[in-house]
């Protein structure tokens, strides 16, 4: 046995050939009776029901449900679902007990005592909870404006979505407080400034041969990626490179882990970006055609755009200090970007007009034969027929053979030649004189030679000392990352999570992680950063969150509505972005009224505790004149309440469900067991409640108020003749692999070549012209940012390291009273956020929040395993336990976040014990697009001599656990 040295990896990937033999012949079969499944029409028999988990919001894995006599009884992993693998978590176990929990609200209620005391909840009829509803919000509108209201929505479990658009029309408010500002939404924020929405997320399920995840822990957490996916990716990579603070559970097995000092993200991304460039490791091809790399910068040039505004959500006039043919000539567009180009000697330039059509309806992009193309190019000439979506095909592609690229098992996508320059040679490093049109000489610098200096600032040397990382380990990683191991496309992606958005610089984290993907060539490659997931199935934005009707005025449609969005003031890319208020800006104005009253709301699915101060948010929320909340539980937030609504489990509903990430899996939610009582589906509640208002809800003007099996059918309508067919496929062959589905986009890599990265609408709806490039105003990925140079100044335009105020760096001081950095945002196994505490497979496990201390820092505090210990900020002070853990740094704690005890009385339930974000500053977040820093702030830790607060479940022995086990009869009272 001396002689052995296998580790763990080691011996994965040597029995992974053996285990990938005997899965062949494995398959579960579906129990499925002949006739249709329907859950009215259950009694005495026993049916497996194909379906997807929402145990928690963020992923979609695969589960059979077995119903017996009507009863959900058994939860089990999906053998068909290629993005979770056949398994499910803890979380999706444990839904039988969230779907027949005694506690589960049943009826409509409204409080009948004073808010901040019991509400003493009082059962009402649906129809006066919806007229008081309307009347409240009503009430409110009236007396104080539309922007006094604002809408607060948690996790994304596709139907309960409407917080973030859905009311927009109702409540005509620019303020919306949603989950979205700190999860997952600056990385869209981010890419889309950088190249298109939503590319924050990476094709990891196609197994990159070097997984890189960065400030996760996806294994345990389902975030994005199952689990059981995770695993199998990191085992079966050649290098895993960790990055975080901590020494993760799956961290342990890197190959590389980057241990930076929590915050300081930025100076590593450009660090490993300068190992890169002066190792020459950059996918030259890429970012000389399809950047905006070789765009020309003149440091002393005016700003300036053209006419006609970049459409993202509004539309934006772009003010750049690039060099556009305008500045050179009378005549010349501002939309033709220069270069300098080496084969000549002299300017070209690209021309960037593809921007144009969203902005201009008398614009067709298909006739304009330089739209989108380099001078003496016309490159997205190469296919047959008009360029629309009809009649495209990669197989008429010409120019670019392509070939199938993955790996052995995996589904295979078209992966076109990377595309060359025909005619020019555009210079990257250097400066060029040149002339302007009124006879000015000025100095033109290449945006990459700008991009070069940026990184060499942040050479590892430099970064060493910021990420307090040894230098020599930074470039080991970032030559692990950048060198090939196929000559034909990049290494993969990078799993950037939650984390980076936290700190207070979450934009520049992001758009640094990106740049790095970029340079290496993981740009809509294999296994790279591809986005969502695309498929014609319109879950999110014509299914809950908003109505189907192009005619009715949103909020987006109302500039003058939009300029009371709070927070606007102190963050102006909001004006670009234009997705929510920001949260500590809505909860500071309930409190002082400035600048305007905040009094009235709705909350779906989501909870105060999430985001920013949540004393704060507590008291903003208690003097509201009119609140109502949609929910399966009564919870702190729902105590608020004027009125609850109650809504139903996902073993109870019917909805389509395609990877929100890069997953490329499409399936559904099936109805398993009817619902509880009198629970309502979340979309037919707020469709009910814009019939009362008398604004259409849907597509048709003949049919505004659609049934529910009519927006089923509509929603699926690209992919399936009806909903109960695409059910019954569904049922019977499992999960689509969206590649096979849609060849032509998601089954094809570097879709910026082909056109169908981004697609640009002419005045036919239904007419998608096809043109290479991204959805930015340069129609490039862009290492500078013309958005960010737009509203925050050129020294934006590229990713910089930008400590926060209350980081050590800036505010020293602070740090001598408070001296321990506090991480959150732990992630539990059997909880996703602040669901699942009344769970008692769940809470048995977990019965209390725990704090993770590293055993010497617990040492010198006289703190023991399981002792209850204070962590106390300028701002708060909770309880959480102590559980030593070497992983953590020393002057490192990492806390859980929105905890709170069902056990304990209304109507706060105990948050004010354990909720972390009492400790978090309020006045200070992200500049660019308001994030609150929630972690990485000054604590001091010490014992709590009162140990276990009142009242609270803190082990798995309590009998109270018992009063939470499944309640199967009555479910129709």
């Avoid at 030679?449 to 470039?475: G, H, M, N, T, W």
């Avoid at 979450?506 to 970029?518: F, P, Q, V, Y």
């Avoid at 019917?654 to 067991?673: E, F, N």
């Avoid at 049934?707 to 019954?728: H, I, N, Q």
């Amino acid at each position: 046995m001396a002689k052995l040295n296998v580790s763990r990896r080691t011996f994965v990937k040597m029995t992974a050939a053996t285990a990938a033999v005997a899965a062949v012949g494995a398959t579960a079969g579906s129990a499925l009776a002949e006739e249709p499944y329907t859950a009215a029409d259950s009694t005495g028999q026993v049916r497996r029901i194909r379906s997807c988990c929402r145990g928690c919001g963020k992923m979609e894995c695969g589960v059979w449900v077995t119903v017996e006599n009507g009863r959900a009884v058994k939860i089990e992993g999906d053998e068909s679902a290629p993005h979770s693998m056949g398994s499910c978590c803890a979380k999706s176990v444990s839904s039988i007990q969230a779907c027949y929990h005694p506690d589960r609200l049943r009826y409509p209620m409204k409080r009948t005592q004073p808010k901040g005391e019991d509400p003493g909840w009082q059962r009402i009829s649906w129809e006066e909870a919806l007229d008081t509803i309307v009347k409240g919000i009503e009430n409110v509108k009236a007396k104080y404006g539309g922007e006094s209201l604002f809408t607060m929505g948690g996790t994304g479990r596709i139907w309960c979505m409407s917080p973030y658009a859905g009311y927009g029309s109702w409540f005509m408010t620019p303020n919306t407080a949603v989950a979205w500002q700190v999860c997952k939404g600056p990385r869209h924020f981010s890419s889309a400034l950088t190249s298109e929405y939503n590319h924050s997320w990476s094709a990891s399920v196609e197994r990159p041969s070097v997984y890189t995840i960065w400030a996760s822990t996806p294994e345990v957490s389902n975030y994005d990626e199952a689990g059981r996916s995770v695993t199998d990716e990191v085992f079966q990579a050649d290098t895993f490179i960790s990055v975080d603070p901590r020494t993760t559970a799956l961290g342990k097995e890197a190959d590389i882990h980057l241990a930076l000092r929590a915050g300081t993200d930025t100076a590593l991304a450009l660090a490993m970006c300068d190992v890169v460039i002066k190792h020459d490791l950059v996918d030259w091809k890429f970012v000389r055609r399809w950047t905006n790399a070789p765009f020309l910068v003149v440091d002393d040039k005016e700003p300036s755009g053209p006419e006609i505004p970049h459409i993202f959500h509004g539309p934006n006039m772009i003010k750049t200090k690039l060099l556009t043919q305008a500045d050179l000539q009378e005549d010349g567009s501002p939309y033709k970007y220069m270069v300098w180009d080496s084969a000549s000697g002299s300017l070209k330039w690209f021309n960037a007009t593809g921007q144009r059509a969203a902005a201009d309806p008398t614009y067709d992009p298909a006739a304009d034969p330089e739209c989108n193309c380099w001078e003496g190019e016309q490159p997205w000439k190469r296919y047959d027929g008009t360029g629309h979506k009809d009649t495209w095909s990669r197989r008429n592609f010409k120019g670019m053979e392509g070939q199938a690229n993955l790996r052995e098992g995996q589904s295979q996508a078209w992966l076109p030649d990377e595309d060359d320059f025909e005619s020019i040679d555009p210079a990257l490093l250097g400066s060029f004189e040149v002339t302007f049109k009124d006879g000015s000489k000025h100095t033109a610098i290449p945006v990459w030679q700008k991009f070069v200096d940026r990184c060499d600032e942040y050479a590892p040397e430099k970064a060493a000392k910021i990420c307090e990382l040894d230098s020599a380990l930074i470039e080991k990683a970032a030559l692990a990352y950048a060198t090939r191991k196929d000559p034909r496309w990049g290494n993969g992606g990078i799993l950037y999570q939650l984390a980076i958005e936290h700190h207070g610089n979450s934009i520049m984290n992001c758009r640094a992680i990106e740049l790095l993907t970029c340079i290496t060539g993981n740009t809509d490659g294999p296994g790279g950063q591809r986005g969502a997931t695309k498929i014609d199935v319109n879950y999110m934005g014509n299914f809950s969150d908003q109505s189907y009707n192009a005619n009715i005025d949103s909020q987006l449609k109302h500039p003058e509505i939009m300029a009371k969005q709070l927070g606007r003031d102190e963050h102006p890319l909001f004006e670009w972005w234009g997705l929510w208020g920001n949260a500590n800006s809505i909860w500071k104005a309930g409190v002082t009224g400035d600048p305007y009253p905040v009094k009235g709301g709705v909350c779906q699915s989501g909870d105060f505790m999430n985001m920013g101060n949540t004393t704060m948010a507590w008291d903003c929320i208690k003097q509201l004149d009119f609140f109502f909340d949609i929910d399966l539980w009564h919870h702190p937030t729902s105590e608020l309440a004027d009125v609850i609504l109650p809504c139903r489990h996902w073993l109870e509903v019917p909805c389509p469900r395609q990877s929100q990430g890069s997953g490329g899996a499409l399936g559904a939610c099936v109805p398993c067991v009817e619902p509880l009582a009198e629970t309502w589906y979340d979309p037919e509640i707020v469709e009910a409640l814009y019939k009362r208002v008398g604004i259409p809800w849907g597509w048709d003007d003949d049919n505004p108020y659609p049934t529910l099996e009519e927006k089923l059918d509509y929603v699926v309508r690209e992919v399936a003749p009806s909903w109960k067919d695409y059910v019954e496929q569904f049922e019977e062959n499992g999960w689509w692999d969206v590649k096979k589905l849609r060849p032509d986009d998601w089954g094809t890599y570097r879709r910026y070549q082909t056109g169908f990265m981004k697609k640009s609408y002419t005045e036919a709806p239904n007419e998608h012209n096809v043109i290479p490039g991204f959805n930015t105003p340069t129609q490039k990925q862009e290492i500078w940012c013309t958005v960010m140079e737009t509203y925050c100044g050129a020294e934006d335009a590229l990713p910089d390291y930008r400590p926060n105020p209350d980081s050590r760096d800036r505010n020293p001081k602070l740090w001598e009273e408070y001296p321990v950095q506090c991480l959150t945002g732990r992630r539990i196994p059997v909880y996703f956020h602040s669901e699942h505490r009344q769970l008692p497979w769940c809470r048995e496990v977990w019965p209390a929040p725990r704090c993770e201390i590293n055993p010497d820092d617990a040492r010198e505090w006289g703190i023991e395993q399981g002792d209850w210990v204070w962590i106390e900020s300028p701002h708060g002070k909770i309880r959480q336990t102590a559980d030593l853990f070497y992983g953590v740094p020393h002057g490192v704690i990492n806390c859980e976040h929105t905890w709170w005890f069902p056990e304990c009385p209304a109507p706060e339930h105990g948050w004010r014990y354990s909720a972390v974000n009492q400790l978090v500053n309020n006045d200070i977040d992200d500049p660019h697009c308001g994030s609150s820093i929630v972690r990485g702030y000054p604590v001091k830790v010490y014992k709590a001599e009162e140990g276990c607060p009142d009242g609270i479940i803190a082990d798995a022995s309590d009998p109270r656990l018992k009063q939470w086990l499944p309640v199967y009869e009555g479910r129709d009272e």
